[in-house]
């Protein structure tokens, strides 16, 4: 290592013709112990970033927010990929929202004016030709494929079972700190089903899901690193909570 910084002086000083002294050698070697505390510094600051970057992503994730929701139409569709679709399936189920809320109409009575209509539309349709000296025109019909209706049973029922079986895994398993939490989780959807009905509370989840996404995917640095301070307070609060009065309660026996 010495003999390095020697030559490294040597060579930095000039020719043979400069004059050397003990305060120029003593001036190179600081500066170069500068340069390469600097070099580190700048590498080791670079590294904690890109580190920092990859880790403080919300709930750990390593994928894009269109990868995560599927990557396709529906992710297009939540995440504004097309303007027009996007624009037109939220005022659609705005329409239906105001109709069923605000006009307070019930779906029996939309049912039957939507029958009507196509029957007068589709009466229409026929008898046009007759009316101007035309060949009878084929109607198209309207027909629902029965594998639409199966898969609808099929994917709400996995998940009713998957909501039940986990419940009952959280009662069943004497974890008292997870019971509780899900009992207040419970509660909770509880009081907020008194305030509004069932289809208010759809409404705002659908509202919800073609806006918070998009949001998200536009400002996500700015969300992930507010969301771990608000987690890291929670978890700060908790570990009182915890040490002061949960930690107290005996656990329970596991049963198989």
């Given at each position: 290592m ?25 001036n ?34 390593q ?20 303007k027009?679709i996007?624009?037109?399936?939220l005022t ?35 008898n ?26 099929t994917i ?45 509370v ?13 949001m ?24 009182k909570?915890?040490?002061g ?12």
């Amino acid at each position: 290592m010495i003999h390095l910084i020697f030559c490294f002086v040597f060579c930095s000083t000039g020719t043979m013709s400069d004059k050397i002294t003990p305060e120029n050698i003593f001036n190179n070697i600081v500066e170069t112990l500068a340069e390469k505390q600097k070099s580190v510094s700048f590498f080791e600051e670079e590294k904690s970033n890109s580190v920092a970057t990859q880790f403080n992503r919300l709930f750990g994730r390593q994928k894009p927010v269109h990868h995560i929701l599927g990557g396709g139409k529906s992710a297009d569709c939540l995440l504004w990929r097309n303007k027009k679709i996007s624009a037109s399936v939220l005022t659609a189920a705005t329409i239906v929202w105001v109709l069923f809320e605000w006009l307070n109409y019930n779906f029996l009575t939309l049912l039957c004016f939507a029958l009507v209509l196509g029957m007068f539309v589709q009466f229409l349709w026929t008898n046009a030709s007759g009316l101007l000296n035309r060949n009878p025109s084929k109607v198209p019909r309207f027909v629902i494929p029965e594998d639409f209706f199966r898969n609808i049973a099929t994917i709400v029922g996995a998940e009713v079972n998957r909501g039940l079986r986990f419940l009952q895994d959280i009662a069943c398993g004497g974890n008292l700190k997870q019971f509780l939490i899900a009992v207040v989780s419970l509660l909770a959807g509880a009081v907020i089903g008194s305030w509004c009905n069932f289809l208010t509370v759809m409404y705002i989840g659908f509202v919800a899901a073609h806006t918070l996404p998009v949001m998200y995917e536009k400002h996500e640095d700015e969300v992930d690193n507010f969301v771990y301070k608000v987690l890291d307070q929670l978890q700060h609060n908790y570990r009182k909570v915890d040490a002061g009065f949960l930690s107290k309660i005996p656990k329970g026996k596991k049963h198989e």
